[in-house]
């Protein structure tokens, strides 16, 4: 599984980060934490920029909040913008994410974040690999490192 990371890791430039990934990177008690530190030691090693949307951001604090803590949440709040680029979606990126959202979506029980988080990567992003535990990337096309 190492190897993937590495492999999937090599090439890129820049990679796209999921609520899941930050809730793993962050909360100890994650099933995922050790695989998300490990993740992102890599990432950080190959100097790939780090990506997520407004979106994703709002997601990450409201879960933090809910699923884990208040300090939590101040805490990514605090350190995120200085690691991470927080990407706006553009307006044709809004219009994809609600079509793919319109047709994927009722036979997938798929998130409109998860929606927008797909019309990025796969158009500004050119399809960069995501760092997700969400078995919705990996069902919508996208390249994902776990």
């Known amino acids: 599984m190492e190897s993937e990371v590495l492999y ?42 780090v990506y997520t949307s407004w979106d994703v951001f709002v997601e990450t604090v409201t879960v933090l909040r809910y699923r884990a803590s208040y300090d939590l949440a101040k805490l990514f709040i605090r ?43 796969s158009t500004r992003l050119a399809w960069a690999p995501c760092l997700s535990f969400d078995a919705d990337f990996a069902a919508l096309g996208l390249t994902v490192l776990r």
């Open 79 to 121: 350190v995120a913008p200085e690691s991470v680029t927080i990407l706006f979606p553009l307006e044709a990126e809004r219009g994809l994410a609600v079509k793919v959202f319109l047709d994927r979506s009722r036979e997938r029980e798929l998130s409109l974040c998860d929606a927008v988080s797909y019309a990025i990567v």
């Open 8 to 49: 999937s890791l090599e090439s890129a430039r820049e990679v796209f980060a999921d609520t899941s990934y930050f809730y793993a990177l962050l909360n100890p008690r994650d099933e995922h934490h050790l695989r998300a530190l490990y993740i992102s030691k890599q990432v950080e090693s190959r100097g790939a920029a």
